[in-house]
Nanobody
C-alpha cells in the first residue's frame, strides 16, 4: 500500500526559502502526474505546481518564477523548491500523485497528509 509523506514545511520570513519533499513508501511503475496543492485557512484548495511523467511542468500564476517542482524517480520523491516566499504563500501544502503501482493495476490518486508552511515576519 502506497503512502505519501510530506516534509520540509515550517516558519520562514518573507523573502526566505523552503524546500518541500514528498516521499512515497512504494514504487510506481507509471506516474501520470505529481502535484503540489495548498490550502490557506478559509480559502479553496489550489493547484500550485505539477509535473507529468514526461517531466512537463506547470505552475500557478502566483508562484511562477519563484517555485520549482522536480522529482527523483530513484528516491520515489517529488520536491517543491520555494523561493522569495510571501505571506500569501502560507497554507497547508499537500502532495498528490496519480499513477500505477503495478502493471495491469488501475491508475489511482494518492494524497499526503500535508505540511504547514507559514510565511511571517
Amino acid at each position: 500500500q502506497v503512502q505519501l509523506v510530506e516534509s520540509g514545511g515550517g516558519l520562514v520570513q518573507p523573502g526566505g526559502s523552503l524546500r518541500l519533499s514528498c516521499a512515497s513508501s512504494g514504487s510506481f511503475v507509471v506516474i501520470s502526474f505529481m502535484n503540489w496543492y495548498r490550502q490557506a485557512p478559509g480559502k479553496e484548495r489550489e493547484l500550485v505546481a505539477g509535473i507529468t511523467g514526461g517531466s512537463r511542468t506547470n505552475y500557478a500564476d502566483s508562484v511562477k518564477g519563484r517555485f520549482t517542482i522536480s522529482r527523483d524517480n530513484a528516491k520515489n520523491t517529488v520536491y517543491l523548491q520555494m523561493n522569495s516566499l510571501k505571506p500569501e504563500d502560507t497554507g497547508v501544502y499537500y502532495c498528490n500523485v496519480m499513477g500505477q503501482t503495478g502493471w495491469t493495476q488501475p491508475t489511482r490518486n494518492y494524497w499526503g497528509q500535508g505540511t504547514q508552511v507559514t510565511v511571517s515576519s
